[in-house]
């Protein structure tokens, strides 16, 4: 399909021919989410390109420390800890200051804390599994997590998915909006899941992958990943199976 946008008032077009397609039947969701009809595209309205603002004085003091934002007093979750760190960055390689970035995954164990979750591994009491947070003024964010575990899903009798974090970004405007997932360095379950595979470009699944930074390791305490995010544009972050990334 050949999809072109107008111009869009500033931002750089979207790059949808670098996406994943829409249908891609080993990813069973996909079939009955996939439009059926040809897509169209607008311009951007003035809205769309001037907001949501957000601020820093909208954060919690620790949102963005999931180890310990659920946790009950002199409690923390369970799991291997973790920092995660990185920039956000435009096509041009510019930071992207007050992005608003919202975390949230399953715990060490695999299970998300949400009524309909049915894979049966424990619940930790301590860990909600979602976080938030502001890029500062060179694009750079960072949180505190624990490692999420793996999980079996109903797409087929066989399917894990690998470990993973969602993250929702907002960019400046709702135009730059990402929804996307971060994978983990080593993992071997990336390269078997129906979701990952749906994308046939080989850098864009590696750019989905978070590296190991051994050398910023908080001794006795924490591994840190480091994860790059790019809104829009040739060099942007993969929004998986979707024609909307941004």
Partial sequence: MTHKSPNQNGFLVRNHDGHPAALTPAYKSSVTRSPTKPLLSFPGSMGEQTGPVFGHDMLGPLDKDLILNFAQPGEMALGPRIIVRGRVLDQTGRPVPNCLIEVWQANAGGRYRHKNEAYLAPL??????????????????????????????????????????????????????????????????????????????????????????????????????????????????FFENRWEGL
């Fill in 124 to 237: 930790d009491p301590n860990f909600g599994g979602c976080g938030r947070m502001i890029t500062d003024e060179n694009g750079a964010y960072e949180f505190r997590t624990v490692t999420p575990g793996p999980y079996p899903w109903p797409n087929g009798m066989a399917d894990w998915r690998p470990a993973h974090i969602h993250f929702s970004l907002m960019g400046q405007a709702f135009s730059q909006r990402l929804i996307t997932q971060m994978y983990f360095e080593g993992d071997p379950m990336i390269w078997q899941c129906p979701i990952v595979g749906s994308i046939d470009d080989t850098e864009a699944i590696k750019s989905l992958v978070a590296s190991l930074d051994m050398a910023e390791a908080v001794p006795m305490d924490a591994r840190v990943y480091k994860f790059d995010i790019v809104l829009r544009g040739r060099r942007q972050t």
